[in-house]
């Protein structure tokens, strides 16, 4: 323990003496600095009279000699903790304080050329000497005796903490301050009434036909599209587990379909094809002599696309919990007597709990959030996001209305999630035991298998309609008008030169920067999601409810909201982040990673801590015990939170659109961009060419993670 | 846990840029290909100013430009309609360049007064009526000439515009109503045309974008977005309404801090020159150019033949007006809100 104390202590304190603590203009990685002298070294910079820094080297110091000048370990670690813990708060202090225009606090004491000519945001010096500093706090912590005295366990959890607080609280917090301002001061009594206003929470939809307040429109579409999702994932994992079904292969790339889309697109298909105009439309009112009427625009438009967008990610949480249903439980149950369908309500269903409630949890919170769709197709239909979108880059800007309604879509989320913890209960749901199980599944019961199939597989010739349709309108003209076919879009998008090998396509840049940026942030995603729901579900510790909400706090809040408040936190020194590529891999990270979580506890909820406890006894300490024997039981987990993360920074739109900059430009502000301005052929040629890049990515990265061998043999009880 | 420490560094010195020398970082609010041109057009005089370019809309420009004030990333802001860039001149997030204004056109240079020379123009686009030819000639409706035929039950369910309070366009249209009928009249006729619009949509443009594929059988919006998208195929009609009508004016701002002054206001230069404007046509961009001397496309709408009304900047820009004029439309007008 004291040599990892004393490693972390040595690496601070390199990374103090040796590298930039200040970015530069130039960026973190710019090696010039070594030349420059304005980008010097936390140990320069002090000398040269930014005295300010001089407490952190300091502290790492002082820790460095505690570990040998103290003998009793539990006094030497509670020392060492506290002055880690003084050294990481000094540093968030001095650089809170004193910005890049000087000190904007305690002017009047802190004077001087140097502290009034300011600091530029914290460069990789400083970083490090953070990320030393919180380790060496959480190893002493652990020494100390908290957390059974496990280093791995209480250093994750110190580092998701940290990470959370930095890039999830601090910038929303910049933004919901907002709903209690009023003209230069904050008041609480200002915000409760316009909080409280029929505007949000109206109910006259019911007693007339006035409106509904946004939040009860919202409220109402999510309910729906949540238990929606959740039923249509349900009855896709079924087929996929519980059957024979042929064309497993295809319903599977038609499940995952709709994440891959660039989010108009799927309303613009709807549109195309039910709107008043539209091919389906235009074909049943032939049909039966009817008027062709707008019915798509408003609620059933937007839950219908909200519907084909999210089942998929029903589908990824529940197909890995339907996996894990022990056989075992269900031949039990049938040895009992019990038939196929006592023993799929009896067992199965309940055993699925935890699958279905984050099912439900991840629809609901996406239909929340969900933007594109309302956007198009919500007609008079308004719903909280679109309202603070607007409230914020309308016409009429308005912050702290955009707040309030901030506030009130985190009402509806926490409740939502209270209300699910409530459900699950304190029961326990593991049957991955890894006692001998050797049984198969049962397979559904003839009613209930013609049920899934009349659920899932209409909803999948229709995704399948939608997707043909979206292909064949990247070789057309004018889609939805002139249908002569054309390769124009294609050209233009990604054109090579044959003769120069140049790229003269205009979509290319876009392309490599999405790609790049999609393919490092996946993985992070992947890593902070689950080991954030293996400390939820394996580990005990201090204000954990807490520490889960707040996990899925930058989830829940839409995007614009999450985009604006990240330029606030982290365009000024101490983290200056925008126009890097660094904030775009940050905000993809933190907003995708509530999926890894969900997804990541809802698989191991499964697993029976029994696994864990064996492999503890044997001796093992907890991070090979994460590493040998749940990780490899957790592939399809993983491989939802890779995928998932992988196509949300490809695909997802609002945050994006304030913080991308001119070198790093993403596919997704480039098509919208072309939206509109009523280049649709374009638009939908580059998203055609995602779709398949990120079809490709899945297939790899299945390939890559594998399938998980829970049993001998994965197989389906033949129906007799 | 070196693990997540070795990725930590690794997340960390992930590829980073700041602003080099020699860079003009520029937010461009037209169109994409008339961006792409402009910058190119540029980078080719001025072959040591490397341009970065990112094409947003007005409303994120100005919520970005608004979050970075103080510490701005961005030097120049080309394009989009004024309203926003006035604004951004009102809240002092934008700063004057200083170029000279007196080859421009009245309605230019009476932008870049209001704003004390921080924001100045560099097009204009006028307010009018899309029709699309093939549903009216089905559904046997004569095709709108004024504002007033909009009142016209015969439009029942087909006209599409936007809100007003999420959409600059349709402020616009407000604004030119108020100007053409008087306030109180303005608001009367339309809450007639009220009683015939389908949908009043979030975006500006969206309206002309349904009329386009038949979705809506009439929309308001600006013309140049229309004659886009009637040269790319789709049956559409244009009309400028005969009582007169209002029009937007594209300016161009430098943002107060910007990090390379010099470049920002070699930008502006360029972008007011006669030659340059005269080139937006080559990419299908018709709005009408600011400057006296620069040639006017044929597609573009003829301002002359037009009856514009002398749109109010000053009045209808202040955030006073703005506020009065959506709460009388909030209430008087209204959106419906079905369902």
Redesign the interface.
């Known amino acids: 323990m004291r040599n990892t104390v004393l490693l972390w202590l040595a690496l601070g304190l390199v990374s103090f003496c040796v590298l930039p603590w200040h970015m530069t203009d130039r960026g973190i990685t710019d090696l010039a600095w070594a030349t420059d002298d304005i980008a010097s070294t936390g140990l320069f910079a002090t000398v040269a009279g930014q005295w300010w820094l001089a407490p952190t080297g300091l502290a790492l110091v002082l820790a460095f000699v505690l570990q040998f000048a103290v003998k009793a370990p539990v006094r030497r670690a509670k020392l060492t903790l506290a002055t880690a813990l003084a050294g990481l708060f000094w540093m968030a202090l001095q650089g809170l304080i004193i910005v890049r225009a000087g000190p904007r606090l305690f002017e009047t004491v802190l004077t001087g050329e140097v502290i009034s000519a300011g600091q530029a945001g914290m460069g990789a010096g400083a970083g490090l000497c953070a990320l030393a500093l919180l380790f060496v706090a959480t190893v002493s912590l652990s020494q100390s005796g908290k957390g059974q005295g496990d280093a791995f366990v209480v250093s994750t959890i110190g580092l998701i903490v940290a990470l959370v607080g930095i890039f999830v609280f601090f910038p929303v917090m910049h933004i919901l301050v907002r709903a209690f301002q009023v003209d230069g001061g904050y008041s609480l009594t200002e915000f409760f009434p316009r909080f409280f206003s029929s505007d949000i929470w109206g109910l006259a939809c019911l007693f007339g036909d006035r409106s509904c307040g946004v939040a009860i429109n919202s409220l109402f579409l999510a309910v729906m599209t949540g238990a929606g999702t959740t039923i249509l994932g349900l009855a896709f994992a079924l087929i996929f587990t519980r059957t024979n079904f042929r064309a497993k292969r295809l319903l599977r790339v038609l499940t995952v379909l709709p994440i891959i889309t660039p989010p108009f697109v799927i309303g613009l298909a709807l549109i195309l094809l039910f709107g008043r105009a539209g091919t389906v439309t235009e074909f049943v009112a032939d049909l039966f002599g009817l008027e062709q009427t707008r019915w798509v625009y408003g609620f059933w438009g937007v839950y219908f696309a909200q519907l084909l967008s999210f089942t998929p990610i029903a589908f990824l949480v529940l197909i890995g919990v339907v996996q894990g249903v022990s056989p075992s439980m269900e031949e039990a149950s049938q040895t009992l007597d019990a038939d196929r369908w006592q023993t799929f309500r009896y067992v199965s269903l309940p055993l699925m709990r935890p699958g279905l409630a984050n099912a439900f949890l991840l629809g609901f919170i996406e239909s929340l959030a969900d933007f594109g769709n309302p956007l198009v197709l919500g007609s008079g239909y308004s719903v909280l996001s679109t309202e603070i979108f607007f409230a914020i880059v309308g016409a009429v800007a308005d912050p702290a209305k955009a707040a309030i309604l901030a506030i009130a879509l985190l009402t509806l989320t926490l409740s939502a999630f209270l209300l699910q913890r409530m459900w699950l209960g304190k029961k326990s749901y593991a049957t991955i035991t890894g006692k001998a199980d050797s049984g198969q599944n049962a397979s559904l019961n003839p009613a209930l298998k013609t049920l899934c199939y009349a659920i899932a597989l209409p909803w999948a010739a229709l995704t399948l309609i939608v997707y043909s349709m979206i292909i064949f309108g990247s070789f057309v003209k004018l889609w939805g008008y002139d249908h002569s076919f054309t390769f124009t879009h294609y050209i233009r998008a990604f054109g090579i030169d044959l003769s120069s090998g140049r790229l003269t396509g205009v979509a290319w840049d876009s392309y490599f920067t999405t790609l790049t940026i999609s393919s490092i942030a996946a993985p992070l995603t992947a890593l902070v999601g689950l080991s954030t729901a293996y400390l939820l579900v394996r580990q005990k510790f201090f204000g954990k409810d807490a520490f889960e909400f707040s996990t899925m706090l930058s989830f829940a809040i839409p995007g614009t909201v999450i985009g604006v408040s990240y330029i606030m936190a982290f365009n000024f020194p101490p983290i200056e982040l925008t126009g890097t590529s660094i904030i775009l891999i940050i905000v993809f990270v933190f907003r995708n990673m509530p999926v890894g979580v969900r997804g990541g506890i809802a698989a191991m909820s499964q697993l029976d801590k029994s696994l864990d406890e064996a492999s503890i006894t044997l001796g093992a300490n907890s991070f090979q015990t994460v590493r040998k024997v749940i990780l490899p039981l957790m592939g399809p987990a993983i491989l939802a939170a890779l995928t998932y993360s992988f196509v949300r920074a490809i695909t997802s739109v609002s945050a994006v659109i304030f913080l991308v900059s001119a070198k790093h430009n993403m596919a997704t502000s480039f098509i919208v961009g072309r939206v509109e301005n009523g280049e649709f052929g374009l638009a939908i040629a580059y998203s055609a060419v995602l779709i398949i890049t990120m079809l490709a990515a899945i297939l790899l990265l299945q390939l890559l993670v594998g399938n998980r061998r829970l049993r001998r043999a994965d197989r389906v009880q033949q129906s007799v | 846990?070196n693990k997540?420490?070795l990725?930590?560094?690794a997340?960390?010195?992930?590829?980073?840029?700041?602003?080099?020398a020699d860079e003009l970082?520029?937010v461009c609010s037209a169109?994409?290909?008339w961006c792409?041109m402009m910058v190119a057009a540029f980078e080719a005089e001025q072959p040591d100013i490397d341009?970065?370019?990112?094409?947003?809309?007005t409303?994120?420009t100005?919520?970005?430009i608004?979050?970075?004030a103080?510490?701005p990333?961005i030097d120049v802001w080309w394009g989009g309609t004024g309203?926003p860039h006035l604004i951004a001149a009102e809240e002092g997030l934008t700063q004057p360049s200083g170029a000279d204004t007196s080859e421009l056109l009245g309605w230019a240079r009476n932008m870049a007064d209001i704003s004390d020379g921080r924001a100045i123009g560099i097009y204009a686009g006028a307010l009018g009526i899309a029709y699309n030819t093939e549903?009216l000639a089905d559904r046997n409706i004569a095709p709108p000439q004024c504002w007033a035929d909009l009142e016209d039950p015969r439009f029942v369910?087909e006209i599409q515009v936007a809100n007003?309070?999420?959409?600059?366009t349709?402020?616009t249209e407000l604004a030119t109503f108020v100007q053409l009928f008087g306030e109180d009249e303005a608001m009367v006729k339309l809450a007639a045309i009220g009683q015939n619009v389908?949908?009043?949509?979030?975006?500006g443009?969206a309206p002309s974008?349904a009329a386009?594929?038949?979705?809506?059988g009439v929309s308001i919006g600006f013309m140049h977005?229309m004659v886009?998208?009637a040269a790319?195929?789709?049956?559409l009609a244009i009309v400028a309404p005969c009582e007169g009508t209002g029009y937007e004016v594209g300016a161009v701002s430098i943002i107060e801090g910007a990090r390379n002054f010099d470049a920002a206001q070699a930008w502006v230069e360029f972008a007011l020159r006669a030659d340059v404007q005269s080139r937006a046509p080559e990419v299908g961009a018709f709005q009408v150019p600011s400057n006296a001397n620069a040639q006017v496309a044929p597609e573009s709408p003829d301002l002359a033949s037009i009856k514009l009304i002398d749109y109010d900047f000053a009045t209808y820009g202040s955030s006073e007006t703005?506020?009065r004029l959506?709460a009388r439309w909030d209430a008087e007008v209204g959106?419906?809100?079905?369902?």
């Open positions: 846990m997540i420490g990725i930590s560094v997340a960390l010195t992930a590829a980073t840029t700041g602003a080099m970082s520029l169109e994409q290909d792409d341009v970065l370019m990112v094409r947003k809309s409303g994120e100005l919520a970005q608004r979050a970075e103080g510490n990333k309203d549903i369910g007003p309070n999420s959409s600059g349709a402020y389908n949908s009043y949509t979030k975006s443009s974008k386009a594929r038949g979705e809506t977005d886009t998208l790319q195929g789709f049956p703005r506020e959506l959106d419906p809100n079905p369902q």
